[in-house]
Every structure is written in C-alpha cells, then in structure tokens.
C-alpha cells in the first residue's frame, strides 16, 4: 500500500477577489437568494452597509485551496486518488464583501496513515489581513486498483 504523499506543514494558497457576479452566480446555482446576499438596499441599513458573500462560496474557496494541494500530488503520483470526505469546525470570523480579496491558506497538520486520511488547517484572510474564516479539512488517500 502507498504510503501518504504529503507532510505536516505541506501548503498550499488561494487569492481571488469577490466580484458581484460571484454573489450572484453562486445564489442563482444554489437558489439562496437571501438579502443580505442580493438586496443593498436592505443591507445598506446593516451593520455591515453592503452586501455579503454567502459562507457557503467561502467554503467553495476553501475547496479550491485544497484541490491545489490534491492536484500536485495527481500531477506526481498515478497510484492514488485524492478525495475530500468533509470539513469540520467551519466558522465564518468576518463578512466577506464585493471587492475584497481573500487567500486562503492550506496547510497539512495531521496525518492518520492507518485511515489513509490527513487533517488541513485552512484560514482565510482579507486583504486588510483580518480572519474571515477557518475550517478543518479532511482528505481520504484512495489507493488505485
């Protein structure tokens, strides 16, 4: 059986900026419509003044962050499928808006070789360098027939 082929502290990072056609695209393909997502007029009386990206699309980024990490070890390794079986501990710090810019960082920091699993921290920041959210992944290793 293989081996894991990645480390504690192994890395990897995902930059984009949330542009108003995200919050609306990612409503129209979940159907979550909701106001603070699309209606400005309601948020502009918020706390927040604007409106907000779903925690949900967030997540996505997350994805994203991960299958980065999963890709480079696809580009390497024929023996073994990479899969992500679930987030814990998801919590959603600060409200993403249209026009910030969010990393996401991805980092290995537990491996479990007798599942064939690993745990990833995963934080994203803003631009101004504030947490807007953090979660736990983990990846199954599949060993290919």
């Avoid at 059986?1 to 609306?24: C, H, N, Q, R």
């Avoid at 159907?31 to 907000?52: C, I, L, W």
């Avoid at 994203?124 to 736990?136: L, Y």
Wanted: proline share 3%.
């Amino acid at each position: 059986m293989s081996e894991l082929p990645v480390s504690i502290g192994d890395k990897a990072s995902f930059t984009k900026t949330v542009g108003e056609s995200d919050i609306y695209g990612f409503a129209g393909i979940t159907g979550d419509f909701a106001a603070p997502h699309v209606n400005e007029a309601f948020m502009k009386n918020s706390q927040y003044g604007t409106r907000v990206a779903h925690g949900a699309l967030l997540v996505g980024f997350m994805s994203t962050a991960s299958a980065l990490l999963a890709t480079r070890v696809i580009d390497t390794r024929d023996d073994l499928t990479p899969m992500s079986i679930g987030y814990d501990r998801v919590r959603f710090i600060e409200a993403v808006k249209i026009g910030d810019t969010i990393t996401v960082n991805y980092e290995i920091k537990d491996l479990e070789p007798e599942r064939r699993r690993t745990r990833a921290a995963l934080t994203a920041t803003n631009q101004h360098g504030n947490v807007v959210g953090v979660a736990e992944h983990i990846m199954k290793w599949l060993v290919n027939p």
